[in-house]
């Protein structure tokens, strides 16, 4: 009796043993989920945009570094250009005061005075321009705001709304400028290069004037013909109007007509005080 006890707790512990080995091994078959491809591609771009933020951000840093060093050479140029001007007014001045029998050494202390100080107010519009490139409301700024600056310009084109060429005059005389006048090569490209709508058209300070019989800016000057293209130079010799500016090039319409315009008026000095 006790071994058949015996054979039988024998038997229901190796059938109990068995199964926990069958539920064992199907554990370490199925286990965990593997990770996905898609979870693998996940993290990839993940780390690969990190690792490109982290690039970017070094190559801005650098840049910036470089910018900075460049606006403190320009600024230490300038101040250092100033002490000089200084001194040679210096020396003028005591030059006079000890004897007047000496104008050609005078003459020549003016002369270099005199480009002295063009070459410092060219460094200034230089670093001006740098400035602004970084901070378009920088004080040093020659222009208003919402104004261009080119050369020794400022220019205001007017996108939202439209007006006759009459009232587009007037509205520029309003901002104490005219309408702009183009007087070279370069500024036509200035022009055409700005970021402006694709479909938009600005009147200029060119007109035709009956009682001369010829075309002339605001000002009363004749346009150069090295500024036309040969098709734009026919057009204006052929025709009647007021002109305007489309994506590089002028053409004539009547004046009646209403499109955009921009003004022009001359940008103030650059201060050397507001470089600061």
């Given amino acids: 009796m006790s071994e058949d006890v015996t054979y039988a707790t024998l038997k229901v512990q190796d059938s109990s043993g068995t199964r ?28 690969t945009l990190c690792l490109m933020l982290l690039i970017g951000l070094v190559t801005l840093g650098i840049m910036f570094l470089q910018i900075s060093n460049e606006v403190n050479s320009d600024s230490e140029k300038l101040s250092q250009l100033q002490k000089i001007i200084h001194q040679q007014q210096d020396n003028l001045s005591q030059q006079l005061g000890n004897d007047n029998n000496f104008p050609v050494e005078e003459e020549f202390l003016k002369s270099q005075i005199s480009s002295l100080l063009k070459r410092q107010g060219q460094m200034a519009i230089k670093l001006c321009q740098e400035l602004i490139s970084h901070t378009s409301d920088h004080r040093c ?10 050369q ?23 901002k104490n400028s005219t309408l702009v006048k183009i007087d070279s090569l370069e500024e036509k490209n200035f022009l055409k290069s700005q970021p402006l709508p694709m479909f938009s ?4 300070g060119l007109s035709w004037d009956p009682s001369g019989r010829s075309w002339l800016w605001e000002d009363g000057s004749i346009p ?3 500024l036309f293209s040969t098709k734009e130079l026919a057009q204006i010799n052929e025709s009647r109007g007021c002109a305007y500016f489309q994506k590089g090039n002028i053409y004539i319409s009547r004046c009646s007509a209403e ?6 008026k001359t940008a103030a000095p650059v201060k050397i005080e507001d470089l600061d």
């Fill in 20 to 47: 926990n080995n069958l539920d064992g091994n199907n554990l370490r078959k199925t286990g965990f989920p593997a990770p996905s491809p898609t979870w693998r591609h996940a993290a990839l771009g993940l780390l």
């Fill in 141 to 150: 700024n020659p222009c208003p705001k919402t104004w261009q600056w080119y």
């Fill in 152 to 174: 020794n310009s400022c220019y205001y084109f007017t996108t939202n709304e439209e007006k006759t060429w009459f009232n587009s005059k007037k509205n520029c005389r309003d």
């Fill in 201 to 204: 058209f600005f009147w200029l």
């Fill in 224 to 226: 150069s013909p090295s």
């Fill in 259 to 264: 499109i955009s315009w921009i003004c022009e």
